[in-house]
């Protein structure tokens, strides 16, 4: 199983012999959940949602620093991040500081 088509293709390239075991498996987010709010016929109010591994290498500690200088420069943009791993507790820590 893979997350991508690029993947797909590349595995059954690399492993003629198995690609019928290959598999694109979509990950997706609850759009219902993360619908605009907001007057009707209004422009949706802008929201950050990213998804993945809480591990370094993401970037998540970068998404949450953008965050709070835009909410110090008055644009106050909410950010949900969904996802679990071993940096949890320090993205938390970073949140509740930025306040």
Do not use: C, W
């Amino acid at each position: 199983m893979t997350a991508s088509d690029h993947n797909v293709e590349h595995l059954r390239r690399r492993f003629p012999d198995v690609t019928s075991r290959v598999h694109r498996v979509h990950n997706g987010v609850d759009t219902v959940r993360l619908a605009a709010r907001g007057a009707p016929g209004s422009p949706p109010e802008p929201m950050v949602v990213s998804v993945g591994r809480l591990v370094a290498k993401k970037g998540f500690e970068h998404l949450v620093a953008a965050a709070a200088l835009l909410a110090r420069r008055g644009l106050y943009v909410p950010v949900r991040i969904g996802g679990a791993g071993v940096e949890e507790p320090a993205l938390r820590r970073q949140v509740a500081a930025a306040g």
